[in-house]
């Protein structure tokens, strides 16, 4: 069972001042970086694992997809988003990715944002989304970078001339790791790069392309708060192919 | 042209004394998980790239190899390689792997060991080893991991209770690294890890298995100075199959 952090009212307060949640895809700055890896939406049938506010359900369907399912763990998340309109080609559903039953290849395109790191047992809803996907189907998500989750004390470390470094420790240690972000206590899964990517690879996925997200000049210019983001790699995102 | 750091007199001196030197293949800590990812040798055509004193090779005809072609930069250590015994089906030549021109389809297996992060254009030289591969043939190799190469800072940073972290800065930064390692201005080439492995990928490579190296519970108990090694992922080590 996924620890349902998102509808405590403490992390949800949090969460609905982000950017990315007042702004939506905008306010997300990797999100060129993943809609640059995402085929051509016209037909595809969609599965959204980690909706949220239904803010990339919605953009698929503007852009021509044929019907999104949207999962979601968090039910305060599932009700904004279908407050924000009724549209008969996207389904939302209350759902635990641990536990993920789905229909067997009925989507061409499977988009995850930044939920796959609070899933302990990742192979088995990657063999999951796999027999979900059509053949010649799209795995495209971003997930928190494992050098910057892995930290046991993940704080910036500040040289005597101010220059930072991102610490990295306890890599190869993998599985739990608890953080501070919005609400104290909010549980990720540390898998390395390696795990993370043979996990795809076992479940029968083909590499397409691997982002290791960082700001581009344009977002430094942009989102000068973004500085920091080119001394570590914040978000990893990546495409695959059934 | 490829920096040849390893017929300067130091560097050669020290290189020379490391455990991977004097016991081969059994004194360095990662052979075993690049082992793990090597085909069946029986028959294989190899080509070796960055030789170095050919425990590789030996090893490789021992195993049933059909033939080695050992590649290096390093007149001194080609010398080296040879001196310890004929074979006719070991083939030594100096290359610079920045310039390398190989036959198409000629070989089954390239295998390179601490090689490729030395190469300022690593896309030239996959596409190279690409042609060189028959349809079917495997690349394996082990680099430096870009974690372990990007900081311009590159020592542990202790707190004070004695705990470590590796730094990480600059690492969306990439491009030439000089660091002091037995010699001085060692320069090596930092590519970020998605980088490298969409190199690969474009290159015409299939990824089949991503090892980020760190030591086991046996490495451990071995050599106990492997310890730090469980804080950051010093090597990385990729099979991908033309």
């Known amino acids: 069972m996924t620890q349902n952090i998102y509808d405590s009212p403490d992390f949800f307060a949090g969460y609905s001042q982000l950017p990315r949640s007042v702004e939506g895809l905008a306010g997300a700055p990797e999100w060129p970086a993943l809609r640059a890896l995402l085929p051509n939406m016209t037909g595809q049938k969609v599965v959204d694992l980690g909706c949220g506010y239904g803010w990339f359900a919605r953009w698929a369907i503007e852009q021509g997809a044929q019907n999104v399912l949207g999962l979601d763990v968090s039910k305060k998340m599932l009700e904004r988003a279908a407050s924000d309109g009724e549209d008969a080609r996207i389904t939302y559903q209350l759902a635990d990715l641990e536990l993920l039953q789905l229909p067997s290849a009925a989507f061409t395109l499977a988009y995850s944002s930044l939920a796959f790191h609070y899933i302990a047992d990742l192979g088995k809803l990657l063999r999951t989304i ?5 053949p010649g189907g799209k795995l495209v998500f971003s997930i928190e970078h494992p050098i910057f989750m892995a930290s046991l004390r993940p704080d910036w470390i500040i040289d005597e001339q101010g220059r930072k470094s991102w610490p990295v420790d306890n ?3 993998e599985g739990p790791r608890s953080t501070n972000w919005l609400s104290e206590g909010v549980i990720k899964q540390h898998r390395t790069l390696g795990t993370l990517l043979n996990l795809l690879i076992e479940s029968g996925f083909t590499l397409n392309h691997i982002n290791e997200w960082g700001p581009s000049p344009q977002d430094l210019s942009d989102r000068p708060a973004l500085a920091d ?5 914040r978000m990893l995102i990546v495409a695959a192919t059934r």
Chains 1, 2 share one sequence.
């Open 130 to 134: 796999r027999d979900a996907l059509a």
């Open 171 to 173: 890599y190869q240690i």
């Open 229 to 233: 983001e080119v001394h570590r790699p």
